[in-house]
C-alpha cells in the first residue's frame, strides 16, 4: 500500500507532534548510523525537543567531533568574517573619504558666498576673486544668449502674424474681385442687349431701309472724273 505524501507544516494536534516527533528521531537517529556505516563517514547528530531534552548519535567520540567542528568553523567561518570585516572597513574608509570631501566642498562654496573669508591668505582671496570673474562671465554670456534667443523668438511669431494677415487680406482680395465681377456680369448682357434692340428697333435709320433701293455700280478701270 502507498502512503500519500504529507504535507509539511506545524501539527497542531500536541499529541499527534508528540509522537511524529518520536517516530522521526528515531529515524533520523537510524540513518545516521547507516551512513556512518555504510559509507565510512563520521556522522553526529544532535536533537532537542520542543521541551528541550537531548537526543544525539556519534559515529565515534562526540567531544572529539565537536572540537573537529569547531576548529573547521573558526577555519571556515573565520576567513569569511575576516573578508566581512575588511570588507566593512572599506567601506567606512571610503564614507570617511566623502565626508571630508563634502566639508571641503561646503567650506569652498562658503568662501565663494564671501563666508568664512577670515582664514584666507591673500593668493587664496585672489584665486577665489579670479573665479569669480570667470563665473560672472559665463552667467552674463549665457543671460545674454537667453535674451537673443528670446528676442529672435518674437520675431519669429510677429513675422508669422504678419504672414497670415497678408494671406487673410489676399484671400479677402480675391473674394472682393470674384464678387465685383459677378455682379458686373449682369450689368454688360443688359447694356448689350439694349444696343441690340436699338439697332434692330424703329428707331434705328437703317430699319426701314430695302436692301433692293440701294443701287449699287460696279464699273472696271479709273474712276471717272467728276467735274
Not at 572599506?90 to 558666498?113: F, G, P, S
Not at 431701309?209 to 472696271?220: F, P
Request: with cysteine.
Amino acid at each position: 500500500m502507498v502512503r500519500g505524501k504529507i504535507e509539511i507544516k506545524r501539527i497542531e494536534n500536541v499529541t499527534s507532534r508528540q509522537v511524529t516527533f518520536s517516530k522521526r528521531r528515531k529515524g533520523l537517529l537510524k540513518k545516521a548510523h547507516e551512513l556512518s556505516v555504510l559509507c565510512d563517514a563520521q556522522v553526529a547528530a544532535i536533537v532537542f525537543s520542543q521541551k528541550g531534552r537531548l537526543y544525539d548519535f556519534a559515529s565515534s567520540d562526540m567531544q572529539k567531533m565537536m572540537e573537529r567542528y569547531d576548529i573547521h568553523r573558526s577555519e571556515y567561518f573565520g576567513a569569511e568574517r575576516l573578508q566581512k570585516q575588511q570588507f566593512v572597513q572599506e567601506v567606512k574608509n571610503e564614507m570617511a573619504k566623502t565626508l571630508d570631501q563634502i566639508e571641503l566642498l561646503q567650506l569652498h562654496c562658503r568662501k565663494l558666498m564671501g563666508q568664512d573669508l577670515d582664514s584666507c591668505s591673500v593668493e587664496e582671496l585672489k584665486e577665489i576673486t579670479i573665479k569669480l570673474e570667470k563665473s560672472l562671465t559665463i552667467v552674463r554670456s549665457r543671460k545674454q544668449a537667453k535674451l537673443n534667443e528670446d528676442t529672435i523668438e518674437k520675431l519669429k511669431a510677429e513675422i508669422s502674424g504678419e504672414k497670415e494677415v497678408l494671406n487673410e487680406t489676399s484671400s479677402l482680395r480675391q473674394m472682393e474681385y470674384m464678387l465685383s465681377f459677378q455682379f458686373e456680369e449682369p450689368t454688360l448682357w443688359m447694356h448689350s442687349r439694349s444696343l441690340e434692340s436699338e439697332m434692330s428697333g424703329p428707331s434705328c435709320g437703317y430699319g426701314n431701309m430695302n436692301i433692293s433701293d440701294v443701287k449699287t455700280e460696279l464699273s472696271i478701270g479709273l474712276p471717272e472724273s467728276r467735274e
